[in-house]
């Protein structure tokens, strides 16, 4: 099959935010399209053979690298304000569940602050390691938990619902295990289609073809969505949920040796996060 055929049987969906078919190439390259919502600015990523395996992207080193170490210390002022934040929406702390919670980096402080915090994450280097520190991890996706229904009172995503290829599926399986009136905190890269377009002009004019995509995490980690605080507002209100509050975090700083990288996503608007603040209420909506 012609690599395009390829793309465009791998992109035939509908929107999971807003159930929309008027999806519209923003750029494609020998490997992965990206694929822009014209109703809701939800963009979706099709790999021509399939995204990056995720035990081959997330090892042990990867995480020793990234998040051990002072990478841990450094974040843990952003911990605290989103537990901050979280118990200023709850009544009191309880349980707690991080999806794709690594290492544990956000799970270890939560326990310091007095939440029962426990995690689940894609990656059995990531939970080895977790579980080397004491805290309460499992491998697996959400999905797969034999968890009881509406026994949860917080679940965390912090980057990982991009990388979900059912975004529906475990946003009603959240929905699931989180009791009547519980939170749903979700942390993403913040990337509009305007971002995404410069990155694509800046890529071509340096002669660097993968470049965008890798500054957008889509060559070597397998992301599959990429969202704006619009599009995730859709798509929880659709999953039954209703938005708090949604904050835009501040860029990062510099990673020695990524400069030119750095530069580029200030320059293009694509170096931001945001954080969405969402509570349980109603029923997931198909249609
Ligand atoms: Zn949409």
Request: with cysteine.
């Amino acid at each position: 099959m012609a690599v395009l055929d390829r793309l465009m049987a791998a992109s035939r969906i509908s929107c999971p935010a807003c159930n929309s078919d008027a999806l519209q190439p923003l750029y494609a390259d020998s490997q992965a399209r990206v694929n822009l919502c014209g109703t809701c600015t939800l963009m979706s990523v099709a790999y021509v053979d399939g995204p990056p395996a995720p035990e081959r992207v997330f090892t042990r080193e990867h995480f020793q690298r990234n998040y051990l170490g002072t990478r841990e210390t450094q974040a843990i002022p952003l911990w605290n304000e989103i537990l901050d934040a979280l118990e200023r929406i709850v009544p009191a702390r309880g349980n707690l569940v991080d999806v794709g919670c690594g290492v544990g980096t956000f799970l270890l402080q939560a326990r310091r602050r007095g939440w029962d915090g426990r995690g689940v994450d894609i990656s059995p280097d990531a939970v080895a390691l977790a579980c080397d520190r004491g805290l309460p991890v499992e491998t697996g996706r959400l999905a797969e938990l034999a968890w009881p229904a509406g026994g949860t009172g917080v679940l965390t995503f912090f980057e990982s619902l991009a990388y979900e290829r059912d975004l529906y599926g475990t946003l009603e399986t959240a929905h699931r295990l989180l009791r009547a009136g519980g939170v749903l905190a979700v942390k993403a890269h913040w990337l509009t289609p305007r971002s995404v377009r410069l990155l694509h002009l800046v890529s071509r004019a340096l002669g660097r073809r993968p470049y965008a995509r890798a500054m957008m995490h889509l060559s070597t980690s397998g992301v599959r969505w990429v969202f704006t605080p619009e599009s995730m507002t859709m798509l929880l209100r659709r999953c039954g949920f209703a938005v708090r509050h949604v904050r835009r975090l501040p860029p990062l700083p510099p990673t020695p040796g990524r400069r030119l990288s750095w530069l580029v996503r200030r320059a293009t608007g694509a170096g931001s996060a945001f954080i969405v603040y969402a509570v349980r209420e109603g029923r997931p909506v198909r249609s």
